[in-house]
C-alpha cells in the first residue's frame, strides 16, 4: 500500500514538472503578411489557419482601376474623333490654292473690262485684251440660293456695313442662329473690306471674313472673295461695269 502511494506521488511530480516546462517552451510564432496594406493575416497555430481574403475591398479596386483604364480609353477615343472630324470638314479646309488669283488665257466674245463668274467652277474672270483674263476663286450660293443672270455694278463700298434681310434673319433664327439687325464695317463683318453692288438685287461681290470658304458654295447667293482679292479687283473696275453670272 505505501508502495502505491509513493509510485503515485512520483507520477504526479513529473507530470507536473512536465507541464511546467512545457509553459516555457517557445511557442509557434505569429506570421504576418509582407504587404501590411493588404487586408488580411496569416497566422499560423498548431496545424495551421488558412488566411482570409477581403474579397470586396479587392473587387472594388479591381473595378477602381478598370474604370480609370476606359476613361483613359474614352478619352483617346473622343480626340481621335473630333481631330478626324475638323479634317473631314470643308469649311475648315486649309486654303486651296488653285484659287489664288492668275493671269490666264480666256478666249470669250466678251468686251474687255466684263466680269463672268463661273459658278460651277468657282471662279470669277475679268475679261482683258489679247484673249487673257485675270482670274480669282470666288465663293458661291449653297444649293437652293444658286442663280445665273447679267446686271451692272451699281455702287462701291469700301468696308461696308451689312443689314442683315429680314428672310434671312428670320431662316438663322429658325436654326438657332441670332444675326445683328445691323453690323458695322470691319474685320469681323461678312461682307469684308469691299462690296460691289449688282443692279437692284440684294446681291454683291464682297471681301470675307472666313477666307476658307472660298471654292465652295457656301453663300446665301452673294459672290464672296478673299479681302486681298477683292480689293484688288475693286481698284480694277468702275461703276457701270458688266457682271454676268453663269
Known sequence: M?????LATTLLCTTTVAQANERYMSQPPIIVSPDLTAPWLMQLTGGGVQPAVNTRRIIQRQKVQQRRVLR???AARVQQVSATGTARNPIKSKFDPTYLPQLVDY???????TIVIDTNNRFLYLVLDGGKARR???GVGKPGFEWAGAHKITRKAEWPSWT???????????KGH????????GPENPLGSRAMYLGSTLY????TNAPWTIGYAVSSGC????NEDVVDLYERVKVGTKVIVI
Do not use: D, Q, T, W
Request: hydrophobic share 40%; charged share 30%.
Open 223 to 226: 459672290i464672296r472673295m478673299r
Open 164 to 174: 442683315p434681310p429680314k428672310e434671312m434673319v428670320a431662316r438663322e433664327a429658325a
Open 107 to 113: 478666249g470669250s466674245e466678251h468686251k474687255p473690262g
Open 136 to 138: 480669282y476663286g470666288v
Open 2 to 6: 505505501l508502495i502505491r502511494i509513493l
Open 178 to 185: 441670332y444675326l445683328p439687325a445691323f453690323m458695322e464695317g
Open 72 to 74: 483613359r480609353e474614352g
Open 204 to 207: 454683291r461681290i464682297h471681301g
